[in-house]
């Protein structure tokens, strides 16, 4: 059966005093929307309810899942009315509607799978959880299977209060059911609102018969206010730390490493202390990633050994036991297998050759102030410390550059280029300048 996504993203989120849209704010370098967005990868529609920000809520989403459909809801009118706007969406669609909540960002795929499944034996079906502190959460009030009725703490009782079982927000039903029940809810209510939740009653007038299944209430984690935030990115962290290590990489200060939510590392890979993550990172089996690093945008290949204190910035690709050492950047660039690339560097827009060397202090001058250039770096070339390469240049394979060289035209292979500028020694000057020097401060 096919499935719709309908994700409700309309709310400004004022507890995050914010002028962004709090479905954008991030989590592992990610929108919270983006997170529920991947949660129903594969839905036949995805439909996202906007209203605050609207126009950078739908360029997200768009960036996402440019098939993605962005409905507005002008008016914050409730949870019911926010669903109603996806009307026009779901025109033609013959299937189940899953309502997720863009600022409930761990829901997972296995878990909508669930809600699917038991959609075959009841017309709507809950999702909820069994909460360690219910707190002010709805109590869903169950009876032989069947959910007889949603209560919110407000209007519990004590013995309502005592269950354990609270809502979540997130349900399934059938798409054409689900708008034709939410056609009779009225917003009869002190707040004035429309609630998605008054359709369980309603079907039960119908005859319709509705359950609840529960998920683990880490799932169910919402985000309101910049502490909200932070528990979820905490949250994240520890998921993914534990994943990693239970996938064969190690992690020898796991509370220290920060992964994105795109992160993908082998087998047999170490972390050390410290490292960052940011989006598109690939490391390969075995490679090294040492303190203090930072990488986003770049795939290590098996065997590499990154830092420490090393940035890859995007485009990095460094190659099969290639080495990137202590305070070297790295951007838009190859290094390939066995090169070395170990101090105080920059590397951007380049090309480095096989088992090449580039010693310290060495920079590709790519920028002319318009426009970028590039440098290329033949195989076993051996690159002076503190040569500046202007680019575009080329240095061919097995060619040098002496020391403290600025190199502006071409290496051929195997050459020796020197860029340095004739030394000239002054007998004795540097003593009558200190000299001079001294005096001057005494006076």
């Given at each position: 059966m096919s499935t719709a996504l309908i994700i409700l993203a309309a709310g400004k989120g004022t507890r995050m005093r914010s002028d962004r849209p709090k479905v954008l704010h991030e989590v592992a370098h990610a929108p919270l929307l983006h997170h529920a967005m991947r949660t129903g990868a594969g839905a036949a529609r995805t439909i996202v309810v906007a209203g605050y920000g609207a126009?950078?809520?739908?360029?997200?989403?768009h960036a996402l899942d440019p098939m993605a459909r962005v409905v507005i809801q002008a008016d914050q009118l409730g949870t019911g009315h926010a669903v109603q706007q996806a009307a026009p969406a779901l025109e033609g669609f013959e299937g189940d509607a899953i309502v997720l909540y863009a600022d409930v960002p761990f829901i997972r795929a296995e878990t909508l799978g669930r809600l699917t499944e038991?959609?075959?034996?009841a017309d709507i079906v809950i999702l909820g959880f069994e909460a360690a502190d219910p707190a002010r959460y709805g109590r869903l009030?169950?009876?032989?299977g069947q959910l007889e009725r949603i209560v919110e703490w407000k209007d519990a009782t004590e013995e309502e209060r005592a269950i354990t079982f609270c809502n979540s927000g997130v349900l399934a039903a059938d798409a054409a059911l689900l708008l034709d029940l939410l056609s009779e809810v009225t917003n009869d209510n002190a707040q004035g609102e429309y609630y998605l939740t008054d359709i369980v009653e309603i079907a039960h007038t119908r005859g319709l018969s509705v359950t609840a299944i529960a998920c683990n209430e880490a799932e169910t984690l919402g985000v309101n206010s910049r502490a909200d935030l932070a528990a979820a990115e905490a949250a994240f962290q520890m998921q993914a730390r534990a994943a990693h290590m239970e996938n064969g990489v190690t992690l020898t200060?796991?509370?220290?490493?920060?992964?994105?939510?795109?992160?993908?590392?082998?087998?047999d890979t170490l972390i050390e202390p410290n490292v960052v993550f940011?989006?598109?990172?690939?490391v390969e089996n075995g490679a090294t990633i040492r303190a203090f690093s930072h990488l986003e945008g770049a795939h290590i290949s098996e065997g590499a050994i990154i830092g420490p204190y090393a940035r890859l910035r995007p485009g990095a690709e460094i190659g099969p036991n290639a080495k990137i050492g202590n305070f070297v950047e790295i951007k838009k660039a190859q290094v390939h297998q066995g090169a070395k690339v170990n101090?105080?560097?920059y590397i951007g827009d380049a090309t480095v050759g096989e088992d090449a060397n580039i010693g310290a202090g060495t920079v590709t001058c790519n920028y002319d102030g318009v426009s970028k250039h590039r440098t290329e770096i033949g195989a076993r070339a051996f690159i002076g410390s503190d040569t500046m390469l202007v680019a575009p240049v080329r240095i061919g394979d097995e060619a040098m550059t002496a020391s403290g060289s600025v190199i502006t035209s071409d290496v051929p292979d195997g050459d020796l280029a020197l860029g340095r500028a004739q030394q000239t020694n002054k007998p004795g000057l540097a003593r009558k300048l200190f000299a001079r020097l001294r005096a001057a401060k005494k006076e």
């Open positions: 126009d950078t809520v739908e360029k997200s989403a038991a959609r075959g034996k009030v169950m009876k032989d200060a796991p509370e220290t490493v920060f992964f994105a939510h795109d992160t993908v590392i082998g087998p940011g989006p598109d990172v690939t101090h105080l560097t």
